[in-house]
């Protein structure tokens, strides 16, 4: 027989904890729904703070940056185009590419972005090659160098939506000694834009890792000053 005093399964009532833990994955839920409902207005900020443009006017020389020069090769030549500047800079040391390394061949980036920048169109002496630089830090310190030979004192810096923020920091910092002014416009990008970054997997890529990248930088180099770079010498952009 039964005790009556015990409660059957059907009466037992859960203590508290059961009930916090309810409380807490409610809250979770509300909480996701939330986060998914407002995306929209909060997701593109991280994306937009990246993402820097200057008003541009006429410049001494449009610098082309390393990396992503499929989008930003044809911003530079437009610009040039457009009676901007009269000079275009393009950067980077020795390309990591296996195609030349099979065939033997060994050519910076610069060189081959030179010879691009060539076949759109702008005359060779127009067209200056510094061959050096792996990373924005190292190829704003070859640009300084140039910039102190060349009696250069506005640049116009072409990059990409989530690099425009670092690489006019990183420029800025090095050239303040030299009175340069440095304008920053974003190369378009056919994949994902500043407020549609989390779209894609390349904006998702870029972002995350552009955000990690501007950390290591701001580390690294915001009491760092400048070194002098190998003299630099203009190669000839052949055909």
Known sequence: MADPGSAGDGDRKEG????????????????????AFLAPFWLPIPGKFLAVSDSLEPADAIVVLSGAVVLRV????????????????????????????????RMTE?????????????????I???????????????????????????????TSH??????????????QREGVKVMVVEADNGTYTAANWWRTETG???????????????????????SAVSPLTQPAVAD
């Open 162 to 175: 989530s690099h425009s923020r670092r690489a006019r920091w990183v420029f800025r910092k090095v050239l």
């Open 74 to 105: 044809p911003k530079g030549v437009a610009l040039y185009r457009e009676g901007y500047a009269r000079r275009i800079l393009v950067t980077g040391g020795y390309a990591n590419d296996q195609f030349l390394h099979l065939i033997g061949e």
């Open 110 to 126: 610069a060189e081959m972005v030179g010879r691009w920048v060539k076949k759109l169109g702008v005359p060779a002496d127009a």
């Open 204 to 226: 998702l890529v870029s972002v995350f890792s552009e955000y990690v990248k501007l950390l290591y930088y701001l580390g690294k180099y915001s009491f760092r000053e400048p």
């Open 16 to 35: 508290p904890g059961f009930v916090t833990r309810g409380r807490v994955v409610a809250a979770l839920i509300l909480l996701g729904i939330a986060i």
């Open 128 to 158: 200056i090659v510094l061959r050096g630089g792996t990373g924005t830090w190292q190829e704003a310190e070859y640009v300084r160098q140039y910039v102190r030979e060349g009696g250069v004192r506005k640049l116009i810096l072409v």
